[in-house]
T-cell receptor
Framework: KAGVTQTPRYLIKTRGQQVTLSCSPISGHRSVSWYQQTPGQGLQFLFEYFSETQRNKGNFPGRFSGRQFSNSRSEMNVSTLELGDSALYLC???????????FGPGTRLTVL | AQTVTQSQPEMSVQEAETVTLSCTYDTSESDYYLFWYKQPPSRQMILVIRQEAYKQQNATENRFSVNFQKAAKSFSLKISDSQLGDAAMYFCAYRPGGSNYKLTFGKGTLLTVNP
């Protein structure tokens, strides 16, 4: 089975712009979660989608949003980018239940 | 709110030796899962080992084992016969039971393996 894929792998944007990141989960996985990883704050949960519905949300401003499509692929959008949004954004999928989450390679976002 | 604490920012071990990484967590839940993830310099996060809170038996995966002390809310990872490929950042993570899939991570422990 193919693993979790994320596109693009690298992005450079300027303040005020918006960005969309994409995640394709492992085939058959219906849960997709997003995390932000920075040196200062570590790994922080953004949100989780299951069957196209947002089930859980972390403590991020409304500039951060996401969605999930019927094929379980997910997108994350960040509007009005700030310098502090520079981070590695990780996507993870899970088949559900008590199973672990499988992570993608991440998208490195740099905001100038 | 749940918190996960890894008190060792960095650890080092000699190749073939054993090392233990510490993790403590705080929760009022009785049903939850604990994980150790490894993130090598290439950044791909991979699962090392998982533990269900309701299981008293400590999980083991080849050279990796945990010491799960539920009453003390402690979840340490032991790596035996350390190999150069074990060098990575190790994260301890907590997930509640039920339909909440949010993982709460510790700050990580950077493990160096010396030849």
């Amino acid at each position: 089975k193919a693993g979790v894929t994320q596109t693009p792998r690298y992005l450079i944007k300027t303040r005020g712009q918006q960005v969309t990141l994409s995640c394709s989960p492992i085939s058959g996985h219906r849960s997709v979660s997003w995390y932000q990883q920075t040196p200062g704050q570590g790994l922080q949960f953004l949100f989780e989608y299951f069957s196209e519905t947002q089930r859980n949300k972390g403590n991020f401003p409304g500039r951060f949003s996401g969605r999930q499509f019927s094929n379980s692929r997910s997108e994350m959008n960040v509007s009005t980018l700030e310098l502090g949004d520079s981070a590695l954004y990780l996507c993870a999928s899970s088949p559900g239940g008590g199973y672990e989450q499988f992570f993608g390679p991440g998208t490195r976002l740099t905001v100038l | 709110a749940q918190t996960v604490t890894q008190s060792q920012p960095e650890m080092s071990v000699q190749e073939a030796e054993t090392v233990t990484l510490s993790c403590t967590y705080d929760t009022s839940e009785s049903d939850y899962y604990l994980f150790w993830y490894k993130q090598p310099p290439s950044r791909q996060m991979i699962l090392v080992i998982r533990q269900e809170a309701y299981k008293q038996q400590n999980a083991t995966e080849n050279r990796f084992s945990v010491n799960f002390q539920k009453a003390a809310k402690s979840f340490s990872l032991k790596i035996s016969d350390s190999q150069l490929g074990d060098a990575a950042m190790y994260f301890c993570a907590y997930r509640p039971g039920g339909s909440n899939y949010k993982l709460t991570f510790g700050k990580g422990t950077l493990l160096t393996v010396n030849p």
